[in-house]
């Protein structure tokens, strides 16, 4: 595991973003995994402003992103394909037959992450899969006790993470109890992991998923495993990061 920490979050955020320009600069057909939440808001800004000041093309790119809610239409704001269009898909020349979330609205969920799994096999597998960490340790909605083989699944929300996700809807009754998710098998499966997290908030949960012990419990500890991951922290986020794996870049 590679861990990249930056002095500021708007440096992590320009690092995180140049990663996957890079990564689309030399296969324009890259299969990226992308990730929701307030962290990569301004890795998306930032991949915008890429395209329209630098040209960075779109065109060929196949997403998949990690997760969806369950009973929210595709035209929901609180939906994670709302949040992709108004993030990114809205203002990249991505089409968007090349988008792919989690159907959440499907009758029959097994069916629809069995087909999430086939797509994404189908395709050849993810190039690149970027991540943020809830405050538990969850990546996607992989919420504790994980399982590290487990693939795209029906996931039953934690407390913790509908009260952390509940500001953005009406009231916290509103969040959906469900969502369907990568699993963290699907997500070591990728060929290269980017996992992002800025802000005090998240020090202690960052210090155990790296350094910690490999458990289900911190779901996001799974990471270690994988042959190429790299972490991306600012230095609120990597407060608690033992001194000697830290590598400044300015
Ligand atoms: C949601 C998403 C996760 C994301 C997490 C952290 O729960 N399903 O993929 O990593 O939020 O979000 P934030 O960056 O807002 O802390």
Do not use: W
């Not at 020349?93 to 979330?101: C, D, V």
């Not at 919420?143 to 996931?155: A, F, L, M």
């Amino acid at each position: 595991m590679e861990i990249l920490i930056q002095p500021s979050a708007a440096s992590a955020t320009q690092l995180a973003a140049e990663m996957i320009a890079q990564t689309l600069r030399a296969n324009p057909r890259a299969v990226l995994g992308l990730a929701t939440g307030h962290t990569l808001e301004p890795v998306y800004a930032r991949l915008a402003q890429m395209h329209q000041k630098l040209l960075l093309d779109f065109s060929g790119c196949r997403t998949f992103n990690l997760d969806e809610y369950i009973g929210l239409p595709a035209a929901d704001p609180n939906s994670y394909r709302s949040y992709m269009n108004l993030h990114l898909f809205e203002k990249v020349n991505i089409a968007r037959h090349n988008t792919h979330l989690p159907d959440g609205m499907a009758t029959h969920l097994d069916a629809a992450c069995a087909d999430y799994e086939g797509r994404i096999a189908r395709i050849g597998g993810i190039e690149l899969q970027l991540l943020g960490i809830g405050l538990n340790g969850h990546i996607g909605f992989n919420e504790p006790p994980s399982r590290s083989d487990s693939r795209t699944h029906v996931e039953e929300l934690s407390p913790e993470t509908i009260r952390h996700n509940a500001p953005q809807f009406a009231s916290p009754a509103r969040v959906p109890r469900r969502a369907i998710t990568m699993g963290i098998g699907t997500i070591l499966d990728s060929h290269r992991c980017l996992l992002l997290a800025t802000g005090a908030e998240k020090a202690d949960i960052v210090a155990q998923a790296v350094e910690g012990p490999l458990t289900g419990q911190i779901p996001a500890s799974a990471l270690q495993t994988h042959f190429n991951c790299t972490v991306i922290l600012d230095s609120a986020a990597a407060a608690r990061v033992e001194a000697q794996v830290q590598t400044v870049i300015s």
